[in-house]
């Protein structure tokens, strides 16, 4: 089983910074099977990213994801205060997928 | 517009049952699959368990830890996801949410998640 090891466990930052969101795995994953979701508070995930790269939906173009081999990351270019929450990376080459512990984004 | 709604929550004593619906509208329901996942309080994401498409054979995996207690169901026709949920423990109290999920490998059957439901509440305590 592929663990993910997210970090830093929360990061905190102001409106107009950019944030750098670590997600780790425990050995090497294919590139097309890592995803980023968001969770505000209260409120149920959403699919920000998947492939790696690719933004769902919707998503600004703010954000974007990067990555390879063990080493991915979620990076938000000048943080909203809509972007203030909980993000989740996930790896779905497996069946079912894992998902890290975490990270909180939170409000300087 | 997309849109998944969970229902059937509430507050039950341990050892008894509970089923869940999600309604999906939006789209062709019966063309892809579905999960459930829960949230108990304070924590993190936990896979639930899944059912694939019937063009996919229809079939259910579950976690360990609801295995045998826990089945998933579909009715294409309504275009609704059900989990049963049966000999609850206070463990299983968490938010449940239905999803769509994107298959990407169907051989593997890997799949992302990219439409969620805002979840139903289920708390097991006497």
């Known amino acids: 089983e592929i663990v993910l090891t997210q970090s830093p466990g929360t990061l905190s930052l102001s409106p107009g910074e950019g944030a750098t969101l670590s997600c780790r795995a425990s050995?090497?994953?294919?590139?097309?099977?890592l995803a980023w979701y968001q969770q505000k508070r209260g409120q149920a995930p959403r699919l920000l990213i998947y492939?790696?790269?690719s933004r769902a939906t919707g998503i600004p173009d703010r954000f974007s994801g990067s990555g390879s081999g063990t080493d991915f990351t979620l990076t938000i270019s000048r943080l909203e205060p809509e972007d203030f929450a909980v993000y989740y990376c996930?790896?779905?080459?497996?069946?079912?997928?894992?998902f890290g512990q975490g990270t909180k984004l939170e409000i300087k | 517009e997309v849109q998944m709604v969970e229902s059937g929550g509430g507050l039950v004593q341990p050892g008894r049952s509970l089923r869940l619906s999600c309604t999906a509208s939006?789209?062709?329901?019966?063309?892809?699959?579905m999960s459930w996942f829960r949230q108990a309080p304070g924590k993190g994401l936990e896979w639930v368990g899944f059912?694939?498409?019937?063009?996919?054979?229809?079939?259910?995996e579950y976690a360990a830890s609801v295995k045998g207690r826990f089945t998933i169901s579909r009715d294409d026709s309504k275009s609704i996801a059900y989990l049963q949920m049966n000999s609850l423990k206070t463990e299983d109290t968490a938010v449940y949410y239905c999803?769509?999920?994107?298959?990407?490998?169907?051989?593997?059957?890997?799949?992302?998640?990219?439409?969620w439901g805002k979840g139903t509440t289920v708390t097991v305590s006497s």
């Open positions: 059912i694939r498409r019937k063009a996919s054979g229809g079939t259910t």
């Open positions: 996930q790896h779905y080459g497996s069946s079912p997928g894992s």
């Open positions: 939006g789209f062709t329901f019966g063309d892809y699959a």
């Open positions: 492939g790696t790269y």
């Open positions: 050995q090497s994953v294919s590139s097309s099977y």
């Open positions: 999803t769509r999920d994107k298959v990407v490998n169907f051989d593997y059957y890997y799949y992302y998640m990219d439409v």
